[in-house]
């Protein structure tokens, strides 16, 4: 019986073995490949990462259309992987990532990040996944290799003029000092800004719920508009929203002039009947068709260059000069030891794998509720607005998918979420780490700590605390 046992002992590590040889096998020959050109090549830091990385397989989970091992079709382990891939999928999607590589180009700042937060973390690879895949387990050079690649990036394409240099390769930025501006189209585009007449009773403007005096925001739930109408969302705000990917919640406008174009004819914001009427009051403003003329030609005063014209002008409503931005460029004494201590919080439980870069957010989209059921424990129904980037690409993996908040300002900001549920910055953080990171438990010190690190991310407008703006602050140029 022993011999028996003995026996059924080796036939099973026999096999086991000859199976984790051809997975080592198939895993290595069907990584995904750099082109015999790719300027990757040339690069030992990037080689290193891109080495570590193929050898995970990282594309197994988190891209489409990979060629899967043997398992993926067996029946039980097909049930068990396949969640295991759409999870995966639901999570990070890498093939954007390898594309980089075989191009020679950097990951997105976001991307960057999700890498960064699950390697320090030491999340992935999974050990269900390493039973099978063993050469997949990252040693502590090759975690390094990644973790150094992507500082590397930061340093390269990412760090803002300014930045002090040891915090080059910071997940955050500084805010530039300024962006590119056609000043004389800017002037145009806050005079428009501020106009009512843009709005079917004369008496809304984009100011009306993106107000500079109030943080960029109306600090209502849901945004109020003509005849007292509540919109379905929550107002972003229109400061630093030219660092955004795209704009709404869900991302439908691709720039600043295509968010500029919705609010006007939208029924329940600003009412106007359509852009030919809108453009009709405009071109019978004598001031207006002078300006028009002198900056854009004929047939001047159309959506297009009304639209163009106020997206000019919020490109300006940028915030630098926050403590946090002082921090970054040198100044130690700009924080105190509970902010900096919140920093290093809001990067160890993860926030940082989706808010980075300059403005801390607004350049990737994820899923609300990605670790834990934050609809089901809303205690509300759900709202065509829950449905996120779905309502506008019609893709079931876009379901509940929102553009990342940015956090500049964001004590300013409140109430937060799409949904504008949350009334307080502390339950913000609470929530965003049960529902958004694994992390599900922060102590209540985490909370306080990572409060107060969020609040130094408050900057100034022309040179002023944002707190301190006029509902309706003059035009700067760069000249002034």
């Known amino acids: 019986m022993k011999k028996s046992v003995l026996g059924l002992v ?10 984790l040889a051809y997975l080592t096998h198939f895993d290595h020959a069907g990584a995904p490949q750099l082109p015999a050109d790719s300027p990757t090549r040339h690069d030992a830091v990037s080689m290193a990462a891109w080495s570590a990385l193929t050898e995970v397989r990282c594309d197994y989970c988190h891209a ?27 999570h990070f999607r890498v093939e954007p990532v390898i594309a980089a590589f075989q191009q020679g180009k950097p990951p997105s700042v976001e991307q960057l990040s999700r890498i960064e937060e699950v390697i ?21 050079k090759q975690r390094d290799d990644i973790l150094n690649w992507v500082r590397d990036q930061r340093r390269r394409y990412y760090a803002t003029p300014g930045v002090a240099a040891q915090f080059a390769a910071e997940p955050i930025q500084p ?17 428009l800004f501020f106009d009512r007449r843009l709005s079917g009773n004369g008496q809304l403007n984009c100011a009306s719920c993106h107000g500079l005096n109030t943080g960029g925001v109306d600090n209502l739930v849901t945004a109020t508009g003509i005849n007292g109408q509540k919109g379905p969302i929550n107002t972003p705000t229109v400061y630093d929203s030219v660092f955004n990917i795209a704009q709404f919640w869900n991302g439908r406008a691709k720039d600043l002039a ?41 047939d001047a005063v159309n959506e297009e260059n009304v639209t163009n014209a106020i997206a000019e002008y919020e490109k300006t409503l940028i ?10 460029k040198g100044d130690a004494k700009a924080l105190t030891a509970q902010e900096l201590r919140g920093y290093e919080r809001f990067k160890a439980i993860g926030c940082s794998g989706c808010h980075s870069g300059v403005s801390v957010g607004g350049d990737a ?30 893709a079931l993996s876009d379901a509940r998918r929102f553009k990342v908040p940015n956090l500049r300002n964001i004590e ?36 306080e700590d990572i409060t107060a690190f969020l609040k130094t991310l408050t900057g100034k407008f022309q040179g002023l605390p944002l707190r301190d703006v006029p509902a309706e602050p003059p035009l700067r140029s760069s000249a002034n």
């Open 365 to 394: 989209y994820e899923v609300m509720g990605l670790e834990g059921p934050y609809f089901n424990d809303r205690h509300t129904p759900l709202t065509a607005a829950d449905e996120g980037r779905e309502a506008f690409t019609h």
């Open 120 to 140: 320090s973390q030491n999340r992935m690879p999974p050990a269900a996944y390493l039973l099978m895949h063993p050469h997949a387990h990252l040693n502590e």
């Open 10 to 19: 080796a036939l099973g590590a026999v096999a086991y073995g000859g199976t």
């Open 64 to 90: 489409k259309g990979t060629d899967l091992p043997f398992y993926f079709k067996l029946p039980l382990a097909n049930q068990i992987m396949g969640h295991d891939l759409q999870e995966g999928l639901r």
């Open 412 to 447: 300013l900001t409140g109430p937060y979420f799409h949904d504008g549920n949350v009334k307080t910055l502390p339950d913000a953080v609470r929530l965003m780490a049960r529902y958004q990171t694994p992390d599900a438990d922060v102590s209540a010190q985490d909370v």
């Open 175 to 191: 805010i530039p000092e300024s962006v590119p501006v056609n000043w004389d189209k800017a002037a145009l585009g806050r005079e």
């Open 319 to 328: 915030t630098p000069d926050s403590r946090f931005d002082l921090y970054l």
């Open 258 to 298: 295509a968010q500029a174009a919705g609010p006007v004819t939208n029924p329940v914001e600003m009412g106007s009947h359509d852009w030919n009427a809108v453009t009709a009051t405009v071109a019978a403003v004598p001031e207006y068709a002078s300006s028009f003329q002198t900056i854009y030609g004929s």
